[in-house]
């Protein structure tokens, strides 16, 4: 071999992992759960993103539904082979602090489905399936409406999708089932 080629290879296996946007997406909801029961982090990167604030201890009981919760997100993980490194400080989640500010903890799903080019009117995103949460994103004529996460079963009538905007998540939420087809430029998924 050449020392340039040696060179080259030495420089791949030491460069630093990349995470994985779906994998970091699947540890935060699952971690999320346990961060709501009052789970005591340890790792550099459940410390980081959760900060232990209010934390009761490791034994903790998770909300109902919560345990088929984790072992759906646990599921996924393993189909996507993912294997996140807690040393470091920083995940790869879209709109991260937006997530925290869900009443209710949802995580990305394999496969997602929308309703491009939305030509109705102005549509309020609720941050859980309450008619009494607050608002927290707006879908607006042109935006792409995505489903593409899953959460614990909610009330009948709710679903939960992100808004794009240019290629890009500008924000999601919880909305009473009135998007209708007919207004959608066109369906993806």
């Known amino acids: 071999m050449t ?20 994998c970091d997406d699947l540890w935060f909801a699952r971690n999320q759960l346990y ?7 340890s790792s550099a990167l459940g410390q980081a993103v959760f900060d232990n604030a209010g934390c009761t201890g490791t034994d903790v009981t998770l909300e109902p539904g919560g345990e088929e919760m984790v072992a759906a997100i646990k ?8 294997s996140v490194d807690t040393t470091r400080e920083r995940l790869e ?26 030509t109705g009117g102005p549509l309020t995103l609720l941050a859980g399936p309450d008619e009494n949460s607050l608002p927290i994103a707006w879908i607006e004529n042109g935006d792409d409406i995505i489903w593409q996460y899953e959460s614990l ?8 999708v992100s808004i794009f905007r240019d290629g890009m998540e500008t924000g999601f939420g919880w909305r009473i089932s009135d998007i209708y087809a007919g207004l959608c430029t066109s369906l993806a998924g």
């Open 3 to 22: 020392r340039r080629l040696i060179s080259a290879l030495l420089a791949v296996f030491a460069a630093p992992l990349h995470a994985d946007p779906y």
């Open 35 to 41: 961060d709501r029961a009052g789970y005591c982090f």
């Open 75 to 82: 599921a996924a993980e393993a189909r996507a082979d993912c």
């Open 93 to 118: 989640v879209e709109n991260l602090e937006l997530r925290l500010r869900l009443d209710q903890v949802v995580y990305r799903a394999e496969d997602a489905s929308g309703c491009l080019g939305w």
């Open 153 to 160: 079963p909610w009330p009948e009538g709710w679903t939960f």
